[in-house]
Nanobody, 124 residues
Framework: QVQLVESGGGLVQAGGSLRLSCAAS????????MGWFRQAPGKEREFLAN????????SYADSVKGRFTISRDNAKNTVYLQMNSLKPDDTAVYYC?????????????????WGQGTQVTVSS
């Protein structure tokens, strides 16, 4: 497993932007597919985006496609989530996750390592 620490959450007005970061403490960061998820109160954890090990393939949930961008810097062991055009419905705790191996996934059960989460609140 790998330790993950998210940062960059906060309070933003609707239409605004935030960039989340997730730092991984491992010497084998490139062995992991990375993903971002979120969980709002009373709701299940929701897949947002994933990125393959080299960073050249990404996929997104329909709810965030065109607004959110996932990227990674393997030299810094960090994955990012750029969030634009934020809406009040985006309010949630945001988590990054790591999956050892090659195949990206969208099911939270596919990811073995999780960060502690960072709160994002979008005001109307």
């Amino acid at each position: 497993q790998v330790q993950l620490v998210e940062s960059g959450g906060g309070l933003v007005q609707a239409g605004g932007s935030l960039r989340l970061s997730c730092a991984a403490s491992t010497s084998t960061f490139t062995f992991y597919v990375m993903g971002w998820f979120r969980q709002a109160p009373g709701k299940e954890r929701e897949f947002l985006a994933n990125i393959n090990r080299s960073g050249d393939m990404t996929s997104y949930a329909d709810s965030v496609k065109g607004r959110f961008t996932i990227s990674r810097d393997n030299a810094k062991n960090t994955v990012y989530l750029q969030m634009n055009s934020l809406k009040p419905d985006d309010t949630a705790v945001y988590y990054c996750a790591a999956r050892f191996g090659v195949v990206p996934g969208t099911d939270p059960g596919n990811f073995g390592s999780w960060g502690q989460g960072t709160q994002v609140t979008v005001s109307s």
